[in-house]
């Protein structure tokens, strides 16, 4: 059986990227029960993708209840539907199972992993602020994507002199305005900028000089997108919304390493259970930004714990 709702996690503070802001993280948690066994998925659905969450609460209802991973990367396409699915699946087998997903794959248990800490875009006053606050987390990511973006990298810069910079355009730049912050964000000691350009609009970064390392976001869903990234992108950013689930993530993973691109592994903003899976994705990224459930002020039960070594892997009781 398979039964779909959907949740509502207040946020810490309002969180503004430069497509708009928002005060609560709507998810949609999958949950299905077979043989007297839950295995629950939670999803993020989108707007920029085209995804609400009555729409991915409809695709949900409507799989079979015999639904398996392989089925649904048959028929389901990739997005936050089929990634709550997927990873219910995978939860389920391993309760069912009684062991951790990691086994089930065959792969080492999961280790504790930095992740990036989020600062949302606001006034270069208010952006400083919040890099004082967290001044002591290694990377910071930070929200720009406007036409006067230095002032506000500069002021956190201030804040937080000694972490490492992470910038996320979430394409809002030009390709004019992109080469001329580039070289900027290289003296200001910036590690990765993340979709300069909007997906769709990004040809020009193979003309450009890339004097820092360029992420694929928005640019970069699941494994079909990777062949038309090559010359453009450095880094490829994979988040489950987009993969669709756990099984294409790891997938798209392993063919994006042997093309030679690094990887990031991301989130929406959502809850423990959605970054759960995640845990076992970002080792040996060279860059994770799972950071949805600390910008929460209320999260699951049994939540991830995050320390000073990073994110670590779920309690079964969450997840896996």
Request: net charge negative; proline share 8%; with cysteine.
């Amino acid at each position: 059986m398979i039964s779909v709702t959907a949740d509502s996690f207040p946020l810490a503070r309002t969180f503004t990227i430069s497509r708009g802001s928002k005060t609560t993280a709507q998810v949609v948690t999958a949950t299905i029960t077979r043989n007297g066994h839950q295995g629950r998925g939670e999803a993020v659905p989108y707007a920029r993708y085209g995804e609400s969450v009555a729409d991915v609460m409809a695709q949900i209802a409507a799989a079979p209840p015999w639904i398996t991973s392989g089925t649904l990367a048959r028929d389901m396409p990739a997005g936050a539907a089929r990634n709550a699915l997927d990873c219910a699946l995978w939860d389920l087998e391993a309760k069912t199972a009684g062991k951790r997903v990691w086994d089930l794959l065959g792969l080492p248990a999961p280790r504790p992993v930095v992740t990036a800490f989020t600062l949302s875009l606001d006034t270069p006053a208010a952006m400083r602020a919040q890099a004082a606050e967290n001044a002591h987390r290694p990377v910071l990511k930070i929200k720009l994507g406007t036409p006067d973006d230095m002032p506000r990298l500069e002021a956190v810069r201030q804040g937080a002199p000694r972490a490492t910079l992470i910038i996320d355009a979430n394409e809002g730049w030009t390709p004019e305005i992109y080469a001329d912050l580039a070289p900027r964000l290289v003296a200001m000691g910036v590690a990765l900028v993340e979709q300069p350009l909007p997906a769709g609009a990004d040809d020009s970064l193979a003309e450009m000089a890339r004097p820092l390392p360029v992420c694929a976001d928005e640019s970069c869903h699941d494994r079909a997108s990777l062949p038309a990234l090559r010359g453009k992108y450095d880094v490829v950013n994979i988040k489950l919304d987009k993969t669709g689930g756990l099984s294409e993530a790891l997938a798209l993973k392993a063919e994006a390493q042997a093309m030679g691109f690094g990887i990031m592994v991301g989130c929406m903003v959502g809850s423990s259970l959605a970054m759960a899976p995640a845990t076992i994705l970002a080792q040996g990224a060279a860059f994770t930004d799972l950071d949805g459930p600390l910008l929460l002020a209320q999260d699951r039960d049994n939540p991830l714990l995050f320390d000073e070594h990073g994110i670590h892997p779920p309690h079964p009781a969450l997840w896996g």
